[in-house]
């Protein structure tokens, strides 16, 4: 069986790499109205321990993650990940 990686995406939250299907900024307007609508649905985990979200990561299961780093913070790590 394949090991799973993970991405450590702050305060020591891990996602799953392989599950990751986009890292992106909270910034405009559609990935708010996303987020608002993963709250909704109950779909949105908030790893951001109370600090301003920088980045969305979106899963392949619908899971939207909310992380305190910057996307390409959490870019780089999924490099690094692929790398080694």
């Known amino acids: 069986m394949k090991a799973l990686k993970t991405v450590n995406i702050g305060f ?6 392989q ?4 890292v992106i900024s909270p910034d405009s307007a559609p990935v708010k109205r ?3 609508d993963a709250r909704e649905n109950g779909t949105v ?6 600090r301003k979200t920088k980045a969305v990561i979106v899963t392949d ?9 910057l996307p ?10 692929d790398s080694e």
Do not use: F, K, P, W
């Open 34 to 36: 996303m987020v608002q």
């Open 61 to 69: 299961s619908g899971h939207t993650v909310l992380s305190a780093l």
């Open 45 to 50: 985990i908030d790893a951001t321990y109370g």
């Open 19 to 22: 599950r990751i299907v986009a």
């Open 12 to 17: 020591g939250n891990v996602v799953i790499a």
């Open 72 to 81: 390409e913070t959490i870019s780089s790590r999924i490099s690094q990940d």
